[in-house]
């Protein structure tokens, strides 16, 4: 296989996606051999499209599964989709609603019908969309939140919940969706600040109307389910008038004034209208003191009740009329502009309604209790450790979980009403005969479980709980979550609670919650703003390999991350730069560079040494990086690798070597260090950049596979994908046994290198300066203070020559600098290199002076920004903060030209 000479991604990705699945490379089964390590992954919405959180989310899964399996272990990553309850619905309810129909038309079963021919046209489109990025997905476990397996699982579930009384039915306040027409749990809604009014508002005493008490109140439409006032009961204004009996403006109901605790005498008149059927705290107050609940709603959002005037009105429009009726009648005597939280829903955004409702709960505090406990034993970790605080807070502070849903597409509540006695069963199967009664006559409740009371079943559910299979007794708990920070309360913490009811063990040891993908202005990615960015666009423009390494070098550990289309450019160079290494090792492969040749450990060279050691030590960097899910690293010590220390510096330097015919054992000797850096460079990159990588391994595997003198060991497999993960002990295959570099010998070569890399940097330097072309040889002179250095520079005489471009060098002890010389120091070497001939003086001083002028007038720009008061205030943190790192840039700039003016003033001179 013959590398081309530019590297296509749409030539190669979906070629080597079809090789892995058809090759089963992503399906495991249990092996008591081998340590398991497994993924589910967040099962995306059915109604999903892949956008870039999608992307994030999934790459970070693929590398940790394609990086254990080269480790050895036995990997599972299981995937599947989510039924999405109110999400699904909807999107069906709109295809209906195209055709002039609505699903009470049609009836219950055949909408779900409807639904299921949706989903098996639709709902897979995203699993596609998840492996044009490469995802290792067990594709043969693939599961579905509705399947027959699960299906069983979640009806399982609540029979165990149930029996154990953690799962009950009553009359409370919930969140109401009067779009959606269902329950949501508090997790379901969020909250914005709306800018609205507080009213004050005027009842008038019973025995005396012609005195009045003054509540305040936000929801003043709530007012005609009143029943109640509440005071505080040490609130000295109002301790005589507990007891009192108001009448309630408009609608004429006599109500009592109490006293609560829960008051808080400072908002408002500190006293409160109390309104149980329509407030969370009402409905707590009037249990308290067994106050009668008035619902004054329907479930639409309209007013029900007993005033004719406002029957059927929508709540907002009820508001305004019903205040323009209390102003009428003199009741409102102030109104005050007050920004407060407003609850939406999730899906729609509608304004969601506190309600009275018959639902089905779970009680949340014993299971939170377990999961607390699970914690402080070290059973669950979060990376980065400061989710921590954010999970174990909502443990602390939960509330009863509403799992009922007033919808149709969802599991439906497996509780069976007997029309004869009303006794309820609560059965995993269909009950056919009432137990109680002997009727055969049940129905099944209406209402469907919260879509999340299924997704927190996932991490065993879709390894076939209840029963005990061997997927569950071998992959079971999953290694990894790595999920957004948005669904901690959602999805991470339930799952962790009904892991251990329901299986008795935590569902993952590891949890890594990932940051936000924002666009380029720190905003959220929204329809509605137009700034998202579409991965398979971006695919298409640049390969999946391109997009996955740039998103993983942006993401430093748990941050959001900003994001423009040009920052794929980014991964597009690497991969360009590795690809055009890999195209100058082939060209220098031939069939018979071992023939003849025997390769003793000292046939190693300074550069070789030096290289296999720079290798060992990324080996070590980018290893425990993932270990400690830190991806950036990881990558970026790849990056620097890669970029410089093999591209930018090896390869520079054995290329005399391999274009050495008289010498051959040099030659083979560069290739094989060659060709066994290449090979882990490949295996290293593979978890983040499969396609290509997979795509080189081949090429330079069918070159080297009948040459066991090059061909590295591990050259052997079928893919690179099953290859073993780099080994950090710096060894290379000597004439067929692994032998290790000495260690002494190591440190010397990486110091000394360490060293020349400074002086030839800043030749380099001298060269940049003073504009001297870098293909013009230059002499130079290296002042150095003792023997020991100049034997080691003498050493290295050619490296020097070669990696500086020079044409002579002269090193000497405390040589003096020469007339019309630029310099440099490193440590004690002083470098000189002689101008004359080479520059006219008088002209580079006028070239330096003219740099300084635009370099000032560059920072003069900047300096007037950071001056203005108005910019410092108003700019973005990040766009402040940037202008004066310019601004010490500039000023750094700057010093360095005068410096070369006063040496350029210095030799104009002499």
């Known amino acids: 296989m013959e590398l081309p000479t530019k590297y296509n991604p749409k030539e190669i990705e979906d070629k080597w996606y079809s090789f892995w699945e058809k090759g089963g490379f992503f399906h495991r089964v249990p092996d008591t051999e081998k340590k398991p390590y497994s993924i589910v992954i967040p099962p995306p919405n059915v109604t999903g499209v892949l956008h870039m959180g999608h992307a994030l989310n999934t790459i970070l899964q693929d590398i940790l599964i394609r990086w254990r399996r080269m480790q050895g272990y036995n990997t599972v990553w299981l995937p599947g989709t989510d039924h999405a309850g109110i999400a699904t619905q909807n999107v069906v309810e709109r295809e209906l609603l195209k055709k002039g129909l609505n699903r009470e038309q049609i009836g219950r079963e055949k909408f779900i019908e409807k639904v299921w021919d949706w989903k098996s046209e639709y709902g897979s489109e995203i699993l ?154 009402d409905f707590e107050i009037g249990q308290r003191h067994k106050l009668e609940s008035i619902l004054i709603m329907n479930e639409d959002g309209t007013m029900s009740g007993d005033v004719p005037d406002y029957k059927g009105m929508d709540r907002f429009e009820c508001r305004e009329a019903l205040v323009e009726e209390l102003k009428e009648e003199k009741h409102i005597i102030k109104v005050e502009p007050h920004s407060h939280p407003v609850g939406h829903c999730y899906r729609c955004r509608t304004v969601t309604e506190p309600y009275l409702s018959d639902q089905w709960f779970i ?19 979060f990376y980065p450790e400061r989710w921590t605080k954010v999970y174990l807070s909502w443990l602390e502070n939960v509330r009863d979980w509403c799992i ?86 959602f999805w991470v913490a339930r799952m962790v ?127 425990s990086a993932l270990e400690k899910y830190r991806f950036n690293e ?91 993960w780099p080994d950090s002990n710096l060894s290379i295959n000597v004439q067929g046994s692994a032998s290790s570099l000495d260690g002494v010998k190591i440190h010397d070569v990486t110091e000394t290198m360490q060293f020349l890399q400074s002086l030839v940097r800043a030749t380099r330097n001298i060269r940049r300066s003073m504009n001297l072309p870098l293909k013009q040889p230059l002499e130079i002179i290296f002042s150095v203070h003792d023997q020991e250095t100049k034997e080691r520079l003498d050493t290295h005489h050619a490296f020097l020559s070669q990696m500086a471009n020079l044409k002579e060098i002269d090193i000497g002890i405390n040589r003096k600098k020469p007339d019309s010389a630029a310099s440099e120091v490193v440590d004690t070497v002083q470098i000189f290199v002689p101008l004359k001939g080479l520059i006219n003086l008088e002209t580079e001083r006028q ?56 040496d350029l003033q210095k030799n104009i001179s002499n």
């Open 847 to 902: 070239k330096q002076l003219d740099q300084i002028k635009k370099l000032e007038s560059h920072l003069a720009i900047v300096r007037k920004k950071l001056l203005n008061k108005n910019f410092i205030k108003n700019a973005p943190v990040h766009i402040v903060a940037a202008e004066k790192e310019k601004e010490l840039e500039l000023r750094g700039q700057i010093e360095k030209v005068k410096d070369i003016l006063d």
């Open 363 to 381: 009680k949340m505090k014993p299971l939170a209790k377990a999961a607390i406990e699970a914690h402080d034993k070290g059973l669950v970790t």
């Open 128 to 281: 596609k969309q998840l492996r044009k990025l490469g995802s290792s997905c067990d594709w043969e476990r693939e599961r579905f939140t509705m399947d027959d397996g699960l299906s069983k699982a979640v009806r399982e579930a609540f029979v165990v919940l149930y029996e154990k009384g953690l799962i009950y039915k009553g009359k409370y306040i919930i969140n109401w969706c009067p779009r959606c027409l269902t329950a949501l749990s508090d997790d379901e809604v969020e909250h914005e600040d709306h800018e609205g009014h507080l009213w004050y508002i005027r009842y008038p005493f019973r025995d005396s109307p012609h005195l009045f008490f003054t509540i305040a109140t936000t929801r003043p439409e709530t007012m005609l389910g009143d029943v109640a006032v509440a005071v505080n009961p040490n609130d000295e204004r109002y301790k005589e008038m507990i007891g009192e009996i108001l009448t309630l403006p408009v609608v004429g109901r006599e109500i009592p004034i109490i006293a609560d605790e829960s008051v808080d005498p400072e908002f408002g008149t500190g006293a409160v209208k109390i309104t149980p059927a329509h407030d969370q705290n």
């Open 634 to 724: 990881a990558i970026k010590s790849l990056y620097e690798f890669i970029w410089n220390d093999f591209c930018d510096w090896y390869l520079e330097i054995v290329k005399p070597r391999l274009y050495d015919s008289a010498d051959e054992k040099r030659r083979i000797v560069a290739l094989k260090t060659l060709t066994h850096v290449l090979d882990n460079i490949l295996r290293f990159l593979h978890p983040f950049a499969p396609f290509f990588t997979e795509e080189i391994w081949h090429s330079v595997k069918s070159l080297v596979e009948n040459n066991r003198l090059i061909a590295p060991e591990t050259m052997v497999n079928e893919s690179l994908m099953v290859s073993p």
């Open 404 to 489: 009922s849903r007033q919808i149709w597409w969802g599991h439906r509540i497996p509780a069976w009403h007997c029309k004869g006695c009303g006794e309820t069963h609560i059965r995993s199967e269909k009950v056919e005969k009432c137990s109680k009664c002997g009727n055969s006559e049940l129905v099944q409740d209406e209402d469907v479980l919260d879509t999340w009371f299924s997704s927190a079943l996932w991490p065993f559910s879709t390894m076939g709980w209840p029963d005990k299979t061997e997927e569950l007794q071998y992959y079971y708990p999953t290694s990894t979550l790595v999920t957004d920070r948005g669904i901690i309360y």
């Open 497 to 623: 609670m009904m892991g251990l009811e329901l299986n008795g063990e935590v569902p993952f040891r590891d949890v890594y919650i990932h940051g936000t993908i924002l666009d380029d202005l720190g905003r959220k990615m929204s329809k509605s703003l137009g700034n998202g960015i579409d991965p398979l666009l971006m695919i298409d423009q640049y390969g999946a390999d391109a997009i996955r390494i740039s998103i993983i070098m942006l993401t430093v550990e748990g941050q959001d991350i900003k994001l423009h289309e040009n920052r794929f450019e980014m991964g597009r160079n690497f991969i360009n730069k590795v690809w055009n290494a890999a195209r100058f090792v082939m060209m220098n492969l031939t069939d018979n560079d071992s023939l003849g040749v025997k390769i003793e450990e000292d046939d190693y060279e300074f550069e070789d040494v030096w290289i296999l050691n720079c290798l060992s030590r990324v080996t070590v960097t980018c290893t």
